[in-house]
């Protein structure tokens, strides 16, 4: 890998128009890039120690009732030769629960007709060397027979729906990889 893993959850209530206040764990994110500013919030954790697996969680409190949508991803780290290049740091989510709103399949343990987390999105990316895996076993898992392998630009999400000052909180747990 080309830099220590780092787990992120964004959640983005854009589509929905849904304000946040960030409580714990998250700040706001993309201030002057996205609008309205206080609809995007990102939790971004320590470095992840290979092979371990760790507690992550942010909370937030949601300012109107709607969709957002939380988003699985690891940290952005960029190309030191090719301009705007992401390159894939890779890490790994399992276990994640919400408290505040409902999330399905959280240990991704429920499969749809691809073979995919039930629930969850999987973001494509061009290049099939560096989409966002399912991996199996229960040697990987942290508990269950499956988690999710992912970096910056490859990631899962679902949309969970909030509800006006009811607080959120999300946790999971999360491993670096080699």
Not at 50 to 76: C, H, M, N, Q, S
Not at 113 to 131: E, I, M
Not at 136 to 151: D, N, Y
């Amino acid at each position: 890998s080309y830099a220590p893993s780092m787990a992120v959850i964004d959640v983005d209530g854009r589509a929905d128009g849904v304000a946040m206040k960030p409580v714990a764990g998250c700040r706001y994110y993309g201030v002057g890039r996205y609008t309205p500013k206080d609809s995007y919030v990102r939790g971004t954790g320590r470095e992840l120690t290979t092979g371990v697996w760790e507690d992550f969680e942010i909370a937030f409190i949601p300012e109107k009732d709607g969709e957002v949508l939380l988003y699985l991803k690891g940290r952005p780290y960029a190309s030191q030769t090719e301009t705007r290049k992401l390159l894939p740091v890779w890490g790994y989510f399992d276990d994640v629960v919400v408290e505040g709103a409902e999330l399905r399949n959280s240990g991704f343990e429920e499969m749809d007709a691809k073979g995919l987390p039930a629930g969850w999105r999987r973001a494509v990316h061009p290049d099939p060397d560096v989409a966002p895996y399912l991996i199996k076993g229960e040697k990987s898992a942290c508990t269950g027979r499956h988690c999710v392998k992912v970096w910056y630009k490859g990631g899962f999400s679902q949309k969970i729906r909030v509800t006006k000052g009811k607080r959120v909180l999300i946790r999971a747990r999360v491993k670096g990889d080699t």
